[in-house]
């Protein structure tokens, strides 16, 4: 009997045990199945969206550079100038804001390092658009591949173009265009502001072509005549080892053939991998090694002057990821702000706060003045500080959910 | 037995209850319920030690397991308060060096990348490329020698008219020592193993190798001689090698690598040039002599003290801070320093570049390039032959005095950065596949030479003078995890690796390289598509030290070869 008592006990335990366990069970469901619909929400809303948008941009920009060039440096009018500058930072910002999602594509073909080269090898620039043969071979359709596999990368992507577009903060002026140029590392040398726009065109026919690739590597069904540029180009647009996109492989997770094994761990990626790299990289590389007083030239985007935008659009890009929806003021339905409400994350508040804090303490400085001009100013460390303490919350919010 | 018997018990009594509450459950595992690991993590499970989750020791391991996460720093240079050092440090490995554009200038006049992101894609291992260029991803160096036998054989003298990591990119006005456009790789596919291992396992899956045929016509050099004007000229293939978790492996004491030589003299012959089996302790050139420098707790080390070599495929290097990378960050930029004051050159080079005509005339038409020298064409030439002499001091010379061109505080950070790299935490340990896999992988003999776990002391670091006074990252007292013998052996594989004697690769965090990289390729020379290539070339060759092993892997279930590679992939 006492025996039998014992037995029903441990069995009512284990009964107990399971039924708690089929609730948990049933919890741990029911995020599982919220995780699912905050990829399915994050990946079209905001890395396909966020992809076509700089697609399109860059599209443009090379449209416009082409047609400038082909007018003729002597025929421009300034606002033919500015309006190249626009479609530039419209294009930098729509990169800027993909960035808290550099995993993938981005790192995986090297397209990052290969469009946000940095520094620009600017006495290597003075040589090229010296020689004739050179500026000659960037000319025309056959200019990008030129530029693509000979210029070599220190002269690629945005930093490249934007030295052409801007000097000191400023768009560069039709006068300066139609004179040589006057940069102290062109000393010795006569380049002129046309060599100069037909460099411009061919590279950003290369930063064009990348961005389609972006955008077809992630997206199945990106527009055909991205798809066909890459076909033209022989580039790999899937993950290796597959045929599969990057996004196909980020919404297939925990089934076979995706790298990511669980619902959890793709939630924790995006958070870490994305949204945590971008901000440490902002507060401890792209502002604070300069900010430490090694040397003002680790300063990126020293020609428009645009570092702190640069950065509010990076923390930006975090705040689409956790709101769900590239451009988002608020959170979507399925997002990860509304998924750790919902499951009653305790750091949500904070890590909501952090996010807001970081983009109103990059404003306090942005309205100090350009970072070359302020970067040891007590402001930026304040930025710092903050965007760091953004960073913990991100990844406090990570392990929360390996936990689910 | 017992234990498993009581999990049995509980999972019964699980599935009865749960059919009971909702009537609507599986036992069976699938991908997509799969258990995370995250509540295991620093707990001994199944036949795990708890230590285990930390392959870097507590010291070394980041908890991070997500893309980007070789990335990141050890917890030591966050305790040591160098986070500010290893920042700065990983911007000078990550961007672009240029000519003159601060703070990475000094580019050439010849060099092999101007980004060590480009060998390192992803902070991983280089990529199998099907061409040579010198872009992101490419981490080959190309092995020019002349091979013993005359014809392929994988032993012979480096040959001399290039350096031993030729370069083939140089800054205008000068031409590369070697064409890559002539460059050409071709990827060969096995058709019978010469050990008589069948290429079907016994359960009938297949499996396939490539190895590569690497040409580079005489057309393709500009030096003055050419290598073939020396013998006949054969090449190899040598992609980067893991840099994650280097500082640890650094800090791993000579003492125990000795007992390690040791234990293994007994059963293999090891490479006499590292020891000596009769006096049964290191060979003469197994040490190796460090420059001017001191170590971590003050000592001196003057010039010439000793020390065993353990870094690089053909273990060339003793201190990670002479070792390969801080002195690729001068050789495969030649980006001189104070204490790099030299070219990474070679005179047949120089002798060449004096001699072509379209470089002379270049000079000649640039009053303020640092080889104008008189402007005359004899002052030129004087200029080129000498100032692109490996002999002459950049510094110091007779021609042009140039300045270094990077800072010694640079150099420190880039070391700081180096020896801070973590290990990403093992993962997977808590599943039943992964365990055995651990278990086949001891029984079939592999944890001989990748031995699973070494402990570290005080980690007493050589450093050099130019930056003596400063810290770096530090390792005392952990028991790490990198399933390396520290020891060379030799796989006779086709087209094998120049020497024939190649390192024990680490195996930690390299599960993650796909994640990391977006590729999965290994060995030396990136000839594996995935870990069961790479285990069967360990068995291409009955000479092979690991061929018995292979043997053993081969006639396993495909349930215990799968276990093998997840635990390889989890580790």
């Excluded at chain 1, 190249?84 to 594509?105: H, N």
């Excluded at chain 1, 089934?255 to 990289?281: D, F, K, M, P, R």
């Excluded at chain 2, 070679?346 to 038409?365: D, H, L």
């Excluded at chain 2, 064409?377 to 200029?383: F, H, P, V």
Aim: hydrophobic share 35%; glycine share 6%; charged share 20%.
């Amino acid at each position: 009997m006492k025996k039998k008592l014992i037995f029903g006990l441990a069995a009512a335990a284990l009964v107990m045990t399971a039924c708690d366990k089929s609730n948990e069970e049933n919890v741990q469901n029911a995020f599982l199945s919220s995780a699912k619909e905050v990829v399915e929400q994050y990946v079209p809303n905001v890395i396909y969206s966020t992809y076509n948008d700089l697609a399109r941009e860059s599209s443009e920009l090379y449209d416009l550079l082409a047609d400038a060039s082909e007018k003729g440096v002597n025929a421009l009018q300034q606002s033919e100038i500015d309006a190249i500058c626009a479609k530039f930072l419209q294009a930098r910002q729509s990169w800027e804001e993909s960035e808290a999602f550099l995993f993938g594509a981005a790192t995986d073909f090297g397209i990052d390092p290969h469009i946000d080269t940095w520094p620009l090898d600017v006495e290597a620039l003075a040589t090229a658009l010296s020689n004739a043969e050179q500026v000659s071979a960037l000319e025309g359709e056959d200019g990008i591949a030129y530029a693509s596999a000979k210029l070599g990368a220190e002269l690629l992507g945005f930093h490249g173009i934007e030295f052409i577009l801007f000097r000191d903060g400023a768009n560069r002026t039709v006068s300066a265009l139609q004179a040589n140029e006057d940069n102290e590392a062109f000393a010795g040398k006569t380049v002129t502001g046309a060599q100069e726009l037909i460099y411009a065109t061919a590279v950003a026919g290369d930063l064009r072509d990348n961005c389609f690739r972006l955008c077809v590597a992630w997206n199945p069904d990106a527009p055909e005549a991205y798809k066909e540029r890459c076909e033209e180009l022989e580039v790999a647009v899937s993950m290796t080892g597959s045929d599969k996109t990057y996004g196909e492989n980020m919404l297939g997770a925990a089934q076979l053939g995706s790298t990511y094994a669980t619902w959890q761990e793709t939630l924790a990626s995006i958070l870490v991998a994305g949204c945590s790299n971008i901000c440490n990289e902002v507060a401890a590389v792209k502002m604070g090694n300069a900010h430490s007083g090694e040397d003002v030239n680790y300063i990126e985007s020293p020609y428009s002057k645009k570092s702190f935008q640069d950065f509010i659009d990076n923390i930006l890009s975090i705040q689409y990821t956790l709101y769900g929806k590239a451009g988002a003021k608020n959170p979507e339905k399925n997002s990860l702000i509304t998924l750790l409400n919902d499951y009653k994350y305790e750091g949500i508040n904070t890590l909501a706060h952090k996010l807001e804090v970081s983009i109103a303490a990059l404003k306090v400085c942005q309205m100090k003045g350009a970072f070359v001009d302020i970067y040891r100013d007590a402001s930026v460390q304040d930025a710092i500080d903050v965007i760091s303490e953004l960073d913990d919350e991100l990844n406090n919010a990570a392990k929360w959910i390996t936990r689910q | 037995m017992k234990q498993k018997a009581i999990i049995c018990t509980s999972l019964i009594g699980i599935a009865v209850a749960v059919v009971s509450c909702d009537g609507n459950s599986s036992l069976k595992e699938s991908v997509s319920n799969r258990e995370p690991d995250a509540k295991y993590v620093g707990h001994a499970v199944g036949n795990f030690s708890a230590s285990e989750w930390f392959p870097g020791g507590e010291l070394g391991t980041t908890d991070n397991v997500t893309a980007g996460c070789y990335e990141d720093e050890t917890p030591s240079v966050t305790l040591q308060g160098l986070e500010t050092a290893f920042n700065l440090g990983e911007a000078a490995f990550e961007r672009k060096y240029t000519t003159s554009t601060a703070p990475f200038k000094g580019l050439g006049p010849a060099y092999l990348r101007s980004s060590c992101l480009d060998c390192h894609p992803g902070y991983g291992h280089g990529k199998r490329q099907s061409e040579y260029r010198s872009e992101f991803g490419n981490g080959y160096l190309l092995v020019i020698y002349h091979p013993n036998d005359g014809l392929n054989s994988d032993d012979g003298p480096y040959v001399s008219e290039v350096t031993g990591m030729p370069q083939t990119k140089a800054t205008y006005p000068f031409l590369p020592p070697v064409d890559e456009e002539q460059v050409t790789i071709q990827w060969l596919p096995v058709t019978e193993m010469e050990s008589g291992l069948p290429m079907t396992f016994p359960d009938g899956e297949e499996y396939s190798l490539i190895y590569p045929e690497v040409t580079i016509p005489e057309s393709a050099f500009n030096t003055s001689p050419t290598p073939y004007q020396s013998g006949p000229v054969a090449i190899r293939l040598e992609s980067t090698i893991g840099i994650i978790g280097s500082g640890l492996l650094d800090a791993i004491p000579q003492d125990s690598i000795r007992e390690q030589y040791r234990r293994e003299a007994r059963f293999v012959q090891l490479n006499p040039a590292f020891w000596d089996k009769e006096a049964n302790d290191f060979a003469p050139t197994a040490w190796y002599s460090l420059a001017d420098g001191q170590f971590a707790d003050g000592t001196p080390a003057p010039a010439g003290t000793k020390m065993i070599k353990r870094f690089t495929y053909a273990m060339t290097r003793a201190s990670l801070q002479d070792g390969a990378g801080a002195n690729a960050v001068w050789n495969i930029t030649n980006v001189s320093r104070s204490d790099r004051p030299s070219l990474y050159s070679t005179k047949a080079w120089a002798k060449a570049m004096s001699e072509e005509p379209q470089v002379i005339a270049a000079i000649k038409a640039d009053p303020s390039s640092p080889y104008y020298a008189d402007g005359t064409e004899e002052g030129i030439k004087d200029a080129v032959l000498n100032l692109l002499d490996p002999a002459t001091n950049q510094f110091n010379n007779s021609w042009h005095n140039f300045q270094p061109e990077m800072s010694d505080n640079q150099y420190y950070n880039f070391m700081v950065w180096h020896r801070g790299l973590s290990i990403p935490r093992a993962r997977n340990l808590n599943r039943e596949e992964v365990q055995l896999g651990k278990e086949v992988f001891n029984r079939i003999g592999c944890a001989n030479c990748h031995r699973p776990s070494w402990t570290t002391t005080d980690d007493n670091y050589w450093k050099p003078t130019v930056y003596a006074d400063k810290e770096l990252p530090r390792y005392q007292n952990q028991t790490i995890w990198p399933y390396t013998d520290m020891i060379q052996h030799r796989l006779y594989m086709k087209n094998g690796i120049h020497g024939s004697w190649c390192r024990t690769t680490p195996l930690w965090g390299r599960g993650l390289s796909l994640t990391n990289t977006g590729a999965d390729d290994r060995l030396h020379d990136c000839r594996a598509r995935n870990v069961i290539e790479a285990i069967m070339w360990h068995g291409y060759s009955k000479e092979s030290e690991g061929y018995r092993a292979t043997e053993k892997f081969y006639n396993l279930s495909k349930q215990e070869r799968d276990a093998v590679v997840e635990f390889i992939n989890s580790i």
